[in-house]
């Protein structure tokens, strides 16, 4: 019998917003899910693992893999290649095991037109929530600043909407428990059950007959 | 200001599944939601509590509150009526707390229509996932054995699939949980959060125009 597939969670965010942290405190903890371990073209830093930190590849390895589809998303930064390859995401999905993948916003948009049924969870920043509290108490800040911040929040915004879940990182070990919370939840969404079920069914009534 | 609006979690699941049990586990420890108590005309017994473990009414206020469409949802079982009464429900929520209900399938149908926002948890028999093993070990039960639980667990598939989370009930302690989960992931949807920060927004706007 085939395992049911696992989870494939989206975990990004404005950069700076502190994925890192949040996705370090995640994994210290018990968990049932793989980290995927990006591919990169920059240069192999002292101490840095090949195949644990990075997958550390040239330009032209990276290109290939490009080409041949094998990326799940990418990007360039800098003169560098980022991405995730494809291989061990689907592999590790097909074992029936829950892949993180954490990931600058633009790659997650490509994740979510080739995965759409992927779990996307959005790091905010914690002044969006002060900010809402800041303008609760009106005429503290100038026009200008309160201008300022809104164009930022609106940005950040316009990026949460294709999203499922908002996580405000205010504490990082509050935000680490919710995303952990979200993947339970999500192991219980009715249309994940419901198939898993109809499936049995469908495959029962064939030997019945 | 207005707090935000608490969330309605609808708890529900076939009859004889453990609702009552498992969420008596769920108010055990530290939670942020309210129960909302039902109201019912059938006698009080010895021990009960007029407005904790129900509101114990007439019929013929019942179906007074009925009338005056104060009923978010009832139903009558044996004679008696059982159901639960809006104004705690819209107060509660108003207020920015969640209102946990625990009602039978027919009443979670009502609040579907009423409220499609509520979060719609099912609480299974954990025979559904023994069924599952079983059939995956074909020949070990009759074919007709094999029915009966299929047809069974077709009904109860039938009424999953309204609902928007799917919980198995093999052990309390650990549906409670997942309830709780669910809960915490619901508050971080990004419908939720979105709209929030939007209604901040065009507030704004009037502000600084």
Do not use: C, W
């Not at 996580?167 to 070990?173: A, G, H, R």
């Amino acid at each position: 019998m085939t395992k049911d597939r696992g989870l494939l969670i989206v975990f990004s965010g404005p950069s700076g917003v502190g994925k890192g942290t949040v996705r370090a405190k995640i994994f210290e903890g018990k968990n049932d899910f793989s980290y995927s371990v990006s591919m990169t073209t920059r240069a192999q830093r002292p101490g840095e693992v090949d195949g644990k930190d990075y997958f550390f590849r040239t330009r032209e390895q990276f290109e290939e893999k490009i080409r041949a589809g094998l990326m799940l998303e990418y990007a360039e930064y800098v003169g560098n290649y980022y991405g995730t390859p494809l291989e061990y995401v689907n592999e590790t999905l097909d074992a029936g095991k829950d892949v993180f993948l954490e990931i600058e916003v633009q790659g997650a948009l490509q994740v979510k037109e080739k995965v759409p049924d992927a779990v996307f969870v959005f790091l905010a920043p914690p002044d969006l929530r002060e900010l809402r509290d800041r303008l609760t108490r009106r005429g503290t800040d100038s026009a200008e600043a309160i201008e300022g911040r809104l164009v930022k929040a609106r940005e950040e915004i316009s990026l949460m909407k294709d999203y499922d879940y908002v996580v405000v990182n205010d504490e990082v070990e509050k935000a680490a428990e919710l995303v952990k919370k979200i993947i339970a939840a999500e192991h219980t969404r009715v249309e994940r059950v419901v198939e898993k079920y109809r499936e049995i069914f469908e495959k029962e009534e064939v030997t019945l007959l």
